[in-house]
């Protein structure tokens, strides 16, 4: 049930995160208006203009870094033939479910073929891959495409998190050995540090996925898991080696050095830019609405004067002074509207504007200025001549700060147990449990039945960084273990 | 016939633009690596690194200029309810020839109400634009979409021109009064103004589109049209006065300052992206291969090192110091593969890098590299001392020279007429025709048909800016003129 909190105006929030998460999370995307779920699709939304701006920020970044790191843009058409989409079996079995089937053009009715919206580019881009790729020389061959999906989920969809079209990058390379794509996974890995990380201050920790649970036709799947804040973790970025898997089929093929035709070795990689947005404003924001990090915020400060009447003047120039200072490093707005100063402030902390500059009759007097930074709710009074140094401060160390912050809760959650009880007590009291385990291969899908009927959590896998953990046994089946797997609810 | 002409490696174009634009635009496509056409779908292409890189920065280009005309961006599902789709009678008979359509979804078959891919946003976004507009204080309320939109074209397709699949971006912006509209729509055509001639170079003429040929819905279009070198035009962007035609059957109402409730009026503008870029690479190439201004190039200056073997190092390293320089403000690619010096030469003006500098061992001697222009093909050579001043006005003036080559051009194209055998020699000799004309009303179709039969070329309207020429009769019927037209060939 959703508690009220008393002394918030009807643009607030009155729903807690801690106590209600999902209604909490609705009456965000509701009242900052960053989607409306009111379009007449089911499971498709409109990301609305405060959302599409930051996630365009997004994707802006992850290109550079995608780009810094050797991959080049190319565009694709968003349709797949039927006859491409059979070529691997394992990824049309994997995806058949969830595709949407164009089967009709214009007057003309019935096409010959059904054409698949695409839920991923494999089957399209590998088509060309065979054309494009001829020699070792063309090797590695690294490119991305930033475009949108469409999966018919049968899951919940909700927001951001999960949709029937969500927007997303592939990254698809091909390399001359299987070692060269396995650092391309590494690679892949350390771009989502960066940017889950280090841009959007979401913590998460990678997990080879069990056998059971990787990308339809890869031999391996690596995934970013980020805690949520109710104790479910949500799938981010994934990456996978695919090995020839789809070489073989696609016909990818390459003359090596010594003459010889080989396969290559490819490696896919899906950061959500979408699901991204989703699990940012989940895990950052509070029960006063948004809190987003400096770079990808839409607007950076907002300076609000605080008008008495006799000193309207004065104060508007000052405010107006401020903004032009300001206004070509940064995205600042002056709102000089006609709403109450309490409204005000509701209204920008709620779109997760990080600074706030207050202009009042007193600071005109004093020559200072009152800021507050929105993350922490922290005030300050600064003189007019220390400002420009000030915020300049604030902006290079707001999205640090949050950063510091999230690490920390993320550690805290995760336990360690050696038995079942442990694990259901633990997944109850919102924690990733970790434990021994026999191994993640297809014979251990019994185990890891059991985990999800009887512990009511999901095997995530093996954590890639350091493991610290040893266990004698399986949690389950009790035979020596032969990993450690962590296990938690997920979205 | 394509004419071949000697002395060009493999990697060059062999057919002449202007002795056969068709054969020299689809070398450039597959030589230049822009466009892929071997994509197992009919009408639907890849758009290759290359172009995508250009394609992207026209993008943000184009975005920014909105945004600074007060336009947000916002991020719309790609599918849109039949039943939507259905509710602007004019609107679905123009569009229903052209409508992919989804009717399947995963294993469970059929869905219950087909979808459409949106051929253009107006029926997906105008429902949810009478849930966001309320009051006179909403408006204006302008908006725009970045996306890629379907039509299942009749027309012979060509990459980049007119595909199954384009990429556009679409704003509509909704106005409390029919002025505000068409002020909407003038600001619409000085943006395309600025981002047709000045950004990419290419010069347009404005026409008011006849009746008979206006966007399905509108009360009125103004389309821009650009001469593309063989005699014919292409329409590029155009807006749409749609007045009160959508927001009645949608609901788009406010409530005035009067109290009262009222249907908006309003205007869409689509700046088709991929169909632009096409226009640009089509008018701008010459037999060497692309010319590009130098803000869109994905690369801006090549360094060639020309190596002489005692010098090796010499060279290479003054060219990497020469790199260095540049990097931080340009795109730079320094060449330094084992193709030879000539190969180099003829792959980087093959891709319109609009600066190479040559860096060989007399050069090093004097203290002197050699720059050549792409698109005019002088050559200097210049001081060291004095690199980076001859660089940046280069930088600075080269899209502005290419410019001044266009627009005079175009003007020479143009002939005016006052016999229909006149009309038809001057359309025979690829000019652009200007002649008088009884309207653009519905009631002048008849002479419009005449046009096309007979002279061979389409009635393209009224044209928007300043016009000179007075006619006394109409061209085909004889009557008094009401208007002044231009007709044309068209791709």
Same mark, same amino acid.
């Given at each position: 049930m959703a508690k009220k909190k008393k002394e918030v105006p009807i643009t607030g929030i009155?729903?807690?995160?801690? =106590?209600?998460?999902?209604?909490?999370?609705?009456?965000? $995307?509701?009242?900052?208006?960053?989607?409306?779920i009111?379009?007449?699709?089911?499971?498709?939304?409109?990301?609305?203009?405060?959302?599409?701006?930051?996630?365009?920020? *997004?994707?802006?970044?992850?290109?550079?870094?995608?780009?810094?790191?050797?991959?080049?843009? $190319?565009?694709?058409?968003?349709?797949?033939?039927e006859s491409n989409f059979l070529l691997e079996a394992?990824?049309?079995?994997?995806?058949?479910?969830?595709?949407?089937?164009?089967?009709?053009?214009?007057?003309?009715?019935?096409?010959?073929?059904?054409?698949?919206?695409?839920?991923?580019s494999e089957t399209a881009l590998y088509k060309m891959y065979s054309l494009w790729i001829q020699s070792y020389k063309d090797l590695p061959f690294k490119r991305y495409l930033s475009c949108q999906v469409w999966r018919y989920e049968g899951k919940m969809t909700r927001p951001f998190f999960r949709g029937r079209e969500f927007h997303w990058i592939e990254a698809h390379d091909v390399f001359a050995t299987m070692e060269g794509a396995m650092g391309q996974v590494k690679q892949? *890995?350390? *771009?989502?540090?960066?940017? $889950?990380? #280090?841009? $959007?201050?979401?913590?998460i920790i990678f997990f080879e996925r069990p056998q059971w649970d990787k990308f339809a036709g890869a031999l391996k799947t690596f995934a970013a898991d980020a805690l949520m804040g109710s104790g479910k973790v949500l799938q981010l970025p994934s990456t996978h080696l695919l090995g020839q898997n789809f070489s073989k089929p696609f016909n990818v093929k390459f003359v090596d050095k010594d003459?010889?035709?080989?396969?290559?070795?490819?490696?896919c990689y899906g950061p959500a830019q979408s699901r991204n947005y989703g699990a940012m404003i989940a895990y950052l924001g509070d029960d006063k609405g948004l809190v987003l990090p400096f770079d990808l915020a839409p607007v950076?400060?907002?300076?609000?004067?605080?008008?008495?009447k006799s000193k309207e003047d004065l104060i508007l120039s000052?405010?107006?002074?401020?903004?032009?200072?300001?206004?070509?490093?940064?995205? %600042?707005?002056? =709102? =000089?509207?006609?709403?109450? %100063?309490?409204?005000?402030?509701?209204?920008?902390?709620?779109?997760? %504007?990080?600074?706030?500059?207050?202009?009042?009759?007193k600071d005109i007097e004093k020559n200072q200025v009152v800021i507050v930074k929105r993350h922490s709710g922290e005030k300050f009074t600064i003189k007019d001549e220390e400002l420009q140094n000030f915020i300049g401060k604030i902006a290079e160390n707001y999205?640090?700060?949050?950063?510091?912050?999230?690490?920390? #809760?993320?550690?805290?959650?995760v336990e360690c147990v050696y038995e079942k009880d442990a694990a259901i007590e633990a997944i109850n009291n919102g924690k990733i449990v970790c434990c021994g385990f026999c191994s993640i291969d297809m014979d251990a899908y019994r185990c890891a039945e059991v985990v999800e009927k009887e512990i009511g959590g999901e095997v995530r896998g093996i954590r890639v960084d350091e493991e610290k953990h040893e266990f004698a046994t399986c949690l389950i089946c009790g035979k020596p273990a032969g990993c450690t797997v962590y296990i938690a609810k997920s979205y």
């Open positions: 009155t729903v807690s995160k801690e =106590d209600d998460f999902s209604g909490w999370y609705t009456e965000l $995307l509701n009242k900052a208006e960053l989607a409306d009111r379009y007449n699709i089911k499971g498709f939304v409109v990301y609305r203009e405060w959302a599409t701006i930051t996630i365009n920020k *997004m994707y802006r970044k992850y290109e550079a870094l995608l780009e810094k790191n050797d991959h080049l843009p $190319l565009t694709m058409p968003s349709l797949i033939p394992q990824h049309v079995e994997g995806f058949a479910p969830e595709v949407f089937w164009v089967t009709e053009a214009g007057s003309s009715g019935k096409l010959a073929e059904r054409l698949a919206l695409r839920p991923t892949d *890995m350390e *771009m989502t540090y960066q940017m $889950l990380q #280090d841009e $959007l201050a979401i913590p003459g010889n035709e080989k396969f290559g070795y490819q490696t950076q400060i907002v300076i609000i004067p605080i008008i008495y000052k405010a107006k002074m401020i903004y032009n200072k300001f206004k070509d490093e940064y995205v %600042v707005k002056l =709102d =000089d509207s006609d709403e109450s %100063v309490g409204n005000k402030f509701y209204y920008w902390e709620l779109k997760g %504007v990080p600074i706030r500059i207050e202009v009042g009759p999205t640090k700060e949050i950063k510091e912050k999230s690490i920390i #809760d993320f550690e805290s959650q």
